[in-house]
Structures are given as structure tokens and as C-alpha cells.
């Protein structure tokens, strides 16, 4: 089954499941989505295929009993897919050959009846489309495989983040308490697994720019673990991911406008000193205003992050190089090479030549030459080799080369 064919008819269900909730079954919106899965499903059958089974779980998603390869933003959305038709005891579902365009209209009529009445109206068959409650979960491993868990939060963050802002986009004034917890539960976790985190922030998808709440995200990110790098306690790991996060509510580079935004909300408490003014000087610093330590941190996270954002072309080690030599304008020296021994001389996320071969830089050893030595995993085929190859110990392969993504045609966030 192609890919983007996979992927169309569970984006064509997502979609279908978010027009149902403002829409009746007979409006254009809900209309053009059944055409499209139907169309989808025809080219589908059309390859040879007898049957496409979706299996969708809270964090796993199957196609014909094969784990589903998403990126970041596509889990977000089939979660969300996977909790709706979960609730209705249908994440089990499954399209014959012989569906017709009769059945899906019958299956979305049965969705958007059980929508409306909160509660499942769907029946189990609809010609040739059958559902039901899909068995098992691996949310229980989760505590076995922490990378898994680390994606989980980061998505669930995105998904809090992007939601915060198209709330205040609104006018409104949103809560703060499912961003405090979401950032809570990445802050213990990170105090463990940090690299897993380093490698979803620094990850560029060469096909499109980082949305400003991706970009955000990976700020409070980074500024977490800076900050556990500095040895930073937890309320202020808190107050600087917080303000990575609430940064994204101004862009302007002024440091009175990137606080206004801080004013409209009530449930900051006895942080809120602290946020106002670390934003502040976040942005101050920048100008080449004095500031405080924290404003300071948050200032050498945000322009990583932009220049990230601005040059896909130049790899992670060369950005760290540049920063550190003072060679980003306006940028304190001495703050650069505090964050370049954060990150290391080859950054998890950056690319390398290893004896020939494209290798992915993946975590440092714990040791003296681990940042400079790091731990690698090597690209085959256009696949990452899931066994790591520990630099630091071996002391026979040769660094080559760093590598741009890009120029090499390696989209990183596909691997």
C-alpha cells in the first residue's frame, strides 16, 4: 500500500470526524470528505489490496496489522481520530473490496448520529465496512520504553500549545492548567530522558516550515534542558518552559509588547513576577540589554530555534560553531559556548559521514569524550539501523564529515 495513499484515507476519516460535529451528513463539507474516501478507497482496491484494516489505538495506529509510521503532527491527528471512534467501541475498522459509496454514507450517517448523542449509534456492518472495539494497548510498556512515552508527551504538548493559541487567537483567555501539567510530565521525564526530547525539538521537515507552535514547543524544550544542565530546580524549569511556551503569544522583538499578552491571564500566581520579567529580558538581551539569568537562558534558546527555523541548508554543528565563535550578530559569546556544551559539538539530531556511511547522531555517553564522540545510528535505504554505534568506544570509525540534511536529501523527520 503507498503511503500517501495510507495516509489520505486516515486524514480523510479526521477530517470527516471534525466537519460531522459542526455539520449535517448532507452539507458540502461532510460531501467532499466522503468523496474523497471513496476515491481513495478505489485506488486503494484498485493496487490488488482485499481488504485495509485500520487499528487505531490512543498512541499506535495500524494499517493490515503494520505499525503505521506517523510524524509528530499526524499522530496529533489520529489520536485524536483513535479517541473518537474509540469512544465508540469502532477503532477496529475495516473496508472490503466491496464497499460502495452507499456504505460509506450509511457508516458516516451511523458516525454522525453517534457524535450527536454521545454515544455509539453505529452499527457493527455497513456492507462492505465493519467495525468494533480494537483489543489492546500499549500504554503499559510505555514505562518500558520511554522513547515512545517521550513522543507521546511531546505530541500531547503540541496538541495543548496549538489549541492555547488558536483559543487566545479567538480573543479569548484560555486556561493554564493543561499546559502546567503537560509540561510537568515532560520536566520529570526529561530529568531522565533528555536526548529523546533534544532529538524532537531539533528535527526539521525539509517539506515544510515549522509552524510557530512546533517552534515553541521545541524552545520550552530545549530551555528545560538547558536548564537541567544547569542544574536548575523544577518551579524554574517550569517558569522558563512556560514562558518558551507563552513567548509565542507576541512576536514582536520588543520586550514591554512580548509581556502585554501575560496580563490576561489570572491563573499565573505567585509565578507571574517571575514569567513577566524572564520574557522581558529574554527579549532585552537580545537588543544587547542587560538581563537577568533566566532571560538570558530563554534569549540563547529562541535564537537557536530561529536560526534553526531561517537555514534548513546548514547542519546543527555548524549553527552550535556559529553561535559560539560569536558569529550570530547581537549574540553574548560567553552565553553561546554555554549553550554549545549543552548541545555538544555534534548536537543530537545532527547528520554525520561515518566511515563512508550516513549516520544520525542520537545521545551522548556520560563520559569525557562522549559530546565529542557521539552516539550514532546509521541511515540505510532511506531507514534508520536501529542499532547504535557508541562513538566514544569506538575508536576505529572516523568522523568524516558533517553532513546537510537537505543537500543530502535526507528528511530527517520521515526517518
Not at 449509534?121 to 483489543?135: C, E, H, N, R, T
Not at 530546580?233 to 518552559?241: C, I
Request: overall charge positive; aromatic content about 6%.
Amino acid at each position: 500500500m503507498s503511503v500517501d495513499i495510507g495516509t489520505k484515507i486516515l486524514l480523510t476519516l479526521y477530517s470527516l470526524g471534525s466537519v460531522l460535529k459542526l455539520y449535517e451528513v448532507n452539507n458540502s463539507a461532510v460531501v467532499r470528505q466522503i468523496d474523497v474516501l471513496d476515491s481513495s478507497l478505489k485506488e486503494f482496491f484498485t493496487a490488488g489490496e482485499e481488504q485495509l484494516k485500520l487499528t487505531l489505538r490512543s498512541d499506535e495506529f495500524f494499517v493490515n496489522d503494520k505499525l503505521f509510521k506517523v510524524d509528530l503532527q499526524l499522530y496529533i491527528r489520529m489520536r485524536e481520530l483513535a479517541k473518537s471512534l474509540g469512544e465508540f467501541d469502532y477503532g477496529d475498522l475495516r473496508f472490503s473490496a466491496a464497499t460502495t459509496r452507499v456504505d460509506i454514507e450509511n457508516f458516516v450517517l451511523g458516525y454522525s448520529d453517534s457524535l450527536r448523542a454521545s454515544k455509539s449509534m453505529l452499527k457493527p456492518q455497513y456492507g462492505g465496512i465493519s467495525g468494533k472495539k480494537a483489543v489492546g494497548s500499549s500504554a503499559a510498556a510505555f514505562r518500558f520504553e520511554p522513547n515512545k512515552m517521550a513522543i507521546w508527551l511531546y505530541a500531547g504538548l503540541l496538541d495543548v500549545v496549538e489549541q492555547l493559541y488558536v483559543v487566545c487567537q479567538e480573543g479569548k483567555t484560555p486556561s493554564l492548567l493543561p499546559l502546567r501539567r503537560s509540561l510537568q510530565m515532560i520536566i520529570d521525564n526529561m530529568k531522565q530522558h533528555s536526548g529523546i526530547y533534544q532529538m524532537l525539538s531539533a528535527i526539521r521537515d525539509l517539506n515544510k516550515k515549522r509552524s510557530l507552535s512546533n517552534t515553541r514547543v521545541a524552545i520550552a524544550i530545549d530551555a528545560i534542558g538547558l536548564g537541567i544542565f544547569l542544574d536548575f530546580s523544577s518551579l524554574v524549569l517550569m517558569d522558563l518552559a512556560l514562558c518558551g511556551i507563552l513567548g509565542g503569544l507576541s512576536e514582536s522583538d520588543s520586550a514591554v509588547d512580548s509581556v502585554t499578552p501575560l496580563f490576561q491571564f489570572s491563573g499565573l500566581g505567585a509565578s507571574a513576577v517571575g514569567l513577566i520579567l524572564t520574557l522581558h529580558d529574554a527579549r532585552a538581551a537580545r537588543q544587547g540589554q542587560n538581563a537577568g539569568v533566566l532571560g538570558n537562558v530563554l534569549m540563547i534558546v529562541e535564537a537557536y530555534h530561529h536560526l534553526l527555523n531561517e537555514h534548513l541548508d546548514t547542519p546543527l554543528p555548524e549553527l552550535i560553531r556559529l553561535m559560539a565563535t560569536g558569529g550570530v550578530e547581537g549574540l553574548d559569546k560567553g552565553l553561546a559556548q554555554l549553550f554549545a556544551r549543552y548541545k555538544g559539538l555534534y548536537p543530537i539530531g545532527s547528520l554525520l559521514l561515518i566511515d563512508g556511511a550516513n549516520a544520525l547522531v542520537m545521545g551522548h555517553s556520560n563520559n569525557e569524550v562522549g559530546k565529542k564522540r557521539p552516539i550514532v545510528a546509521k541511515i540505510r535505504r532511506g531507514r534508520l539501523i536501529p542499532d547504535l554505534i557508541d562513538l566514544s568506544r569506538r575508536k576505529d570509525l572516523d568522523i568524516q564529515k558533517v553532513l546537510s540534511s537537505k543537500k543530502e536529501k535526507i528528511n530527517i523527520a520521515q526517518l
